[in-house]
């Protein structure tokens, strides 16, 4: 995670234009390079240039011993402009 995104709630992120991205690393571990194995990341990130994800790539490359095979991702913004509103006064009904 980084500095962007850390004490951030998820509403704060979803409205500075952060959406959900959710990517699947395939990769080979050197006991088994025989073998793919997959890992499911899930994050928030800012499209289209993803700096999360690239961050957490690198991560990957230097800390994790399997060599990445691919990276398949996909991206969504949860709250677009027309959906949000805020909402000054308050109803109470008995």
């Known amino acids: 995670m980084s500095d962007l995104t850390t ?3 998820d509403l704060e992120l979803q409205l ?3 959406g959900l991205i ?13 073998l793919l194995q997959s890992f499911i990341w899930q ?3 800012l499209a289209p240039k993803f700096p ?3 961050q957490f790539i690198e991560f990957w490359k230097k800390e994790i011993e399997g060599r990445l095979y691919s990276v398949v991702y ?4 949860l709250i677009s402009p ?3 509103r805020n909402v000054t ?3 109470i009904l008995h």
């Open 82 to 84: 027309g959906e949000w």
């Open 7 to 9: 004490n951030k709630s």
């Open 89 to 91: 006064g308050e109803l």
């Open 43 to 45: 994050h928030y990130d």
């Open 74 to 77: 996909t991206h969504k913004r």
């Open 22 to 34: 959710t990517a699947e690393l395939l990769y080979r571990m050197p006991d088994h390079p025989h």
């Open 16 to 18: 500075q234009g952060y």
């Open 52 to 54: 999360e994800l690239h």
